[in-house]
């Protein structure tokens, strides 16, 4: 698609939001059949730019702050029932218009997607496994595109906007770092039958008080439960791993399944892709529940805790505060050696080091 051409104007590591909304209703689910079908509906050949005339300088790299700078343009297409996709245009970054009554505004009908791009030791500039976020992207759109009552009915107006941007580590403990998190029963981030499976805003802000509840109790994200046997869903911003000795102590990597609850990551995917391919130790998608993970803990089963997301990539947990007591984690003295494993693999796939058909070349 056209838009990876802006890659080439940050350097470095991007990131990608792409958004969706809807200025009346949602996007049709006949527009998103299919990937090929999408990229037909308007061409990198109609590409319309508008250079902006006040260029930034650009940031110091070892200041990043992750999601607070920007390039100097954005990609913007318009869509009508009327019209179909009008015209890209990569314009100046600016401001968006919208009307009082956006039902992004008041039912929250939009979905987005968070990418990123990499410049590699090659200093081709190259993305990381862009076609699963489109997927997701799709299955998003459809799914917003179901209607509710309260008035929400099928879209008439709605447009798609890039935004890029080179970005610092995640956590402000740094790339690598331990985090500790906070598991509370009384909150709860999505159901079965719901849409805690797509990449929607509406799945994001509720959980932003439960986060501040996680940072005023001395925990960086919150390890969301379901059920009254608490299963275990995801992390804030990141899928869940446990590695550890089953009962017959035999060494498994456990994750949540995709079951509707969790989003189904792209980091989340390619770590269950590695570990398959070395087929050294178990790996399985399952439910996983607090009593099973405290059961282990106490039993020194545990060997490493970690998330995986595009943001972070690998973080380990070395703490998770549940029922008022903090629990421990082992994940830092036992290495964590697959975390750290797992970080390497694709990062060294990321930047080019390892050559992969998960790197899209962009430029």
């Given at each position: 698609m056209a838009t990876v051409a802006l890659c080439a104007l940050t350097g470095g590591k991007v990131s990608f939001?792409?958004?969706v909304f809807s200025k009346r209703l949602c996007l049709q689910g006949s527009l998103f059949k299919s990937c090929r079908l999408v990229s037909t509906m308007f061409k990198a050949s109609d590409m319309q730019i508008e250079l902006s005339k006040q260029p930034k300088e650009k940031p110091d790299a070892t200041k990043l702050v992750f999601g607070k700078s920007f390039s100097d343009h954005m990609l913007t297409i318009q869509w009508s029932l009327e019209k179909?996709?009008?015209k890209p245009q990569i314009k100046p970054f600016q401001n968006l218009s919208i009307h009082p009554a956006c039902s992004a505004l008041h039912y929250s009908v939009e979905l987005f997607e968070g990418l990123k791009a990499y410049r590699c030791v090659d200093k081709k500039i190259r993305m990381f496994r862009p076609m699963l976020n489109m997927e997701r992207f799709h299955r998003g759109a459809l799914r917003a595109c179901l209607p509710p009552s309260l008035g929400v009915t099928r879209s008439n107006y709605?447009?798609?906007f890039v935004i890029i941007g080179p970005v610092g580590p995640y956590f402000a403990t740094g790339s690598f770092n331990p985090v500790s998190l906070l598991a509370d029963p009384r909150f709860v981030r999505s159901w079965k039958?719901?849409?805690g499976d797509n990449k929607m805003g509406g799945n994001y802000g509720p959980t932003i008080y439960v986060q501040n509840e996680a940072a005023r109790d001395g925990c960086q994200q919150v390890l969301w439960l379901y059920g009254d046997n608490h299963e275990v869903t995801e992390v804030?911003?990141?899928?869940?791993?446990?590695?550890?000795?089953d009962k017959n102590g035999e060494e498994e990597l456990v994750t949540p399944p995709l079951d509707g609850l969790i989003l189904p990551g792209v980091t989340r995917h390619s770590l269950l892709d590695l570990a398959r391919k070395w087929g050294e130790f178990k790996v399985s998608e399952r439910k996983i529940t607090m009593g099973e993970l405290m059961t282990a803990l106490k039993e020194n089963q545990i060997l490493e805790v970690f998330g995986s997301g595009t943001a972070c990539v690998v973080?380990?947990?070395?703490?998770?505060l549940y029922h008022?007591?903090?629990h421990h984690i082992p994940t830092m003295e036992n290495g964590p050696k697959l975390a750290k494993r797992f970080l390497k693999e694709l990062t060294?796939?990321?930047y080019g080091r390892t050559p992969s058909d998960w790197m899209h070349l962009v430029v």
């Open positions: 939001n792409c958004n179909g996709w009008e709605a447009m798609i039958g719901g849409v804030g911003t990141m899928n869940l791993f446990v590695f550890w000795k973080c380990p947990v070395s703490r998770i008022g007591q903090n060294d796939i990321q």
